[in-house]
T-cell receptor
Framework: GAVVSQHPSWVICKSGTSVKIECRSL??????MFWYRQFPKQSLMLMAT?????????EQGVEKDKFLINHASLTLSTLTVTSAHPEDSSFYIC?????????????????FGDGTRLSIL | AQSVTQPDIHITVSEGASLELRCNYS??????LFWYVQSPGQGLQLLLK??????LVQGIKGFEAEFKRSQSSFNLRKPSVHWSDAAEYFC???????????FGTGTRLQVFP
């Protein structure tokens, strides 16, 4: 159980285009979803937290207009990288949980997708 | 603010040898502690977690970790490493009143036959 599917797994596109990445919880309803960015051989950097039906909460330094997050249902969140440039190339990982707030870290852990490798030419 | 330090960037062991990956955290109260494993090009899989109670925690794939408050550590151990254990390992800490995990920089494990 607790499967999170991320699509696409790999995308290459031209500079200036927008790219949408989907994160789906397949067998549970995800109250909260997280989006992370991971640079090569580095740790995960939290970009934003999204709750179904409300605006995402972005971490300091993350451009809201650049990285659009939509959590339209309890099983789907999308991250759109708008007007992507080579510096946006990275590995993007989503996670989903049934918890909210402290419950997420206390007893309802995050389940991670397999990530999306984004390459901007 | 809470933080996590994984002192070892890269560890190499022989198959069948024992393994210990170090993790130190910084947080004023009792933290929630996690170990995740990431295979190349994939997401993270939860190995084990500590919330309270017994300080020795058993996880999947034969891993265990011990919470030592006096040393602010949560080291991951395995008695006998298999070649399939080669991966990146991340320690993470979560704190009360928050829904966020703070990840360490990771330790890359290589296993030689």
């Amino acid at each position: 159980g607790a499967v999170v599917s991320q699509h696409p797994s790999w995308v290459i596109c031209k500079s200036g285009t927008s790219v949408k990445i989907e994160c789906r919880s397949l067998d549970f309803q995800a109250t909260t979803m997280f989006w992370y960015r991971q640079f090569p051989k580095q740790s995960l950097m939290l970009m934003a937290t999204s709750n179904e039906g409300s605006k995402a909460t972005y971490e300091q330094g993350v451009e809201k207009d650049k990285f659009l997050i939509n959590h339209a249902s309890l099983t789907l969140s999308t991250l759109t990288v708008t007007s992507a440039h080579p510096e946006d190339s990275s590995f993007y990982i989503c996670s989903a949980t049934t918890g909210e707030g402290e419950a997420i870290v206390s007893n309802q852990p995050q389940h991670f997708g397999d990530g999306t490798r984004l390459s901007i030419l | 603010a809470q933080s996590v330090t994984q002192p070892d960037i890269h560890i190499t062991v022989s198959e069948g040898a024992s393994l210990e990956l170090r993790c130190n955290y910084s947080y004023g109260a009792t933290p929630y502690l996690f170990w995740y494993v990431q295979s190349p090009g994939q997401g993270l899989q939860l190995l084990l977690k500590y919330f309270s109670g017994d300080t020795l925690v058993q996880g999947i794939k034969g891993f265990e970790a011990e919470f030592k408050r006096s040393q602010s550590s949560f080291n991951l151990r395995k008695p006998s490493v298999h070649w399939s254990d080669a991966a990146e390992y991340f320690c993470a800490v979560g704190a009360g009143n928050t829904d966020k995990l703070i990840f360490g920089t990771g330790t890359r494990l290589q296993v030689f036959p």
